[in-house]
């Protein structure tokens, strides 16, 4: 049996941009169509959705609004659910709903609904969204498209710009909160005009995303074009988002990403420093659970210095060191007091170790 592949490319204009387009061309003879198409072009999406599912190189796509493409570069970040401070019962809750959400195609096929799930991670900067983000991409060796909605011109151009993502990856948006007008929550006029007026879509394509636009590709038609997409959103201030961003089938999971916790500080010290326990650690422990830090401030504080004394010392002054700030900041009120009660006991500490 004789095959023949041809590639075949086209390039695509209008007025606002042009782009290019690929596909692949099988020619065989007549009479063996009936066996090109029942086992061979099979076996050929069998073999590349193993090859796809194997991807030794991740990737992560930037958009060119001036060339209209996502440029793609190769995806190093080392971050992994090991390597993660966080909450083990909350980070096993997150592995468990991303595994079952991977195997679940005919479910979704069977209710549906389309193969895809969004994540919410809010919390102050610092807390560890983006690591979150990169770990999630290693687990199921998904690539990351990550989408400043700037610099999308209007709905149409998204419309174009995320049917070109490809299926078994992630739909990136981080400060969803400063990427858009679209996703800050609307008055009662807005919503009205929304109802009132036909052509409002039409009006509002020139000035940039709308929240409808941005709703289709999340749960609307368009939401099915492709399979198997986590969209993940992240932001500092929850409240700044539209209800409508945040409901069940759009945002599925919302996961906050607060300060280190005593858990936390534990596997930074055993990652950075290979201990699991040391004399300092209960001071630092008492300073953790009064004194709000970040993952990401405790870490630095920690890579400091190898000896495991000298670092946690460092931490406990940047603590201290907090504490006053916030004392500055909070003036004579009585929360004030109870941070110089704080450091009052934790120098008798101290004293009596």
Known sequence: MRLEWTLNERENKNVYFSYKTQCYQLRCKRSDKQRVTESYIPHIC??????????????????NRHECYWESTVFKHSATFDTLAMEPEQKQGIIRDLDLFVQRKDYFRSVGKAWKRGYLLWGPPGTGKSTLVAAIANHLRFHIYDLQLQGIRNDFELRRVLTATTNRSILLIEDVDCNSESTKPRSKDEKAIDKNHPDYKKRKANEGVTL??????????WSSCGDERIIIFTTNHKEKLDPALLRPGRMDVHIYMGHCTVAGFKFLAEKYLGIQDHALFQKIEYLIQRIPATPAEVAQQLMKADDPEVALDELAEFMIAKAIEIKKGEGDGSKSKSFWSLLKN????????
Not at 52 to 62: A, F, G, M
Not at 212 to 221: E, K, M, P, R, T
Not at 346 to 353: A, P
């Open 346 to 353: 934790f120098k008798n500490k101290n004293k009596t170790n």
């Open 212 to 221: 409808s636009g941005l709703l289709n590709f999340i749960d609307g038609l």
């Open 46 to 63: 069998q073999t590349a959705e193993k090859i796809l599912n194997r991807r030794e190189v991740l990737n992560i796509y930037t958009y």
